[in-house]
Nanobody
Framework: QVQLVESGGGLVQAGGSLRLSCAASGRTFSMYTMAWFRQAPGKGREFVAQITRSGGVTLIEVVKGRFAISRDNAKSAVYLQMNGLKPDDTAVYYC??????????WGQGTQVTVSS
């Protein structure tokens, strides 16, 4: 069982930055692939980035060069550094922990709003 709590969302002007954090409970954090998803108003949930147990990173094309994902296994935390934010980045951002069997745990989400 993993519990995830996101933080760091807020209102920012276009071009600004935010750093999202996701704190995980449990002693096996290092065994999970960690990911960030987002859901914009009226749209489905969208994969944004993931970092594997070994540190391999995947980002969707529209955030490459602007977002970075990292993890700190000692702190059981994963981060999403978001720079150069655009109004299209406005969404609720969710943290997910994905087990080796594909099972997913989800946080409650944190709102990111980017004003133009």
């Amino acid at each position: 069982q993993v519990q995830l709590v996101e933080s760091g969302g807020g209102l920012v002007q276009a071009g600004g930055s935010l750093r999202l954090s996701c704190a995980a409970s449990g002693r096996t954090f290092s065994m999970y692939t960690m990911a960030w998803f987002r859901q914009a108003p009226g749209k489905g949930r969208e994969f944004v980035a993931q970092i594997t147990r070994s540190g391999g990173v995947t980002l969707i094309e529209v955030v490459k060069g602007r977002f970075a994902i990292s993890r700190d296994n000692a702190k059981s935390a994963v981060y999403l550094q978001m720079n150069g934010l655009k109004p299209d980045d406005t969404a609720v951002y969710y943290c997910a922990a994905i087990s080796t069997t594909g099972f997913q745990y989800w946080g409650q989400g944190t709102q990111v709003t980017v004003s133009s």
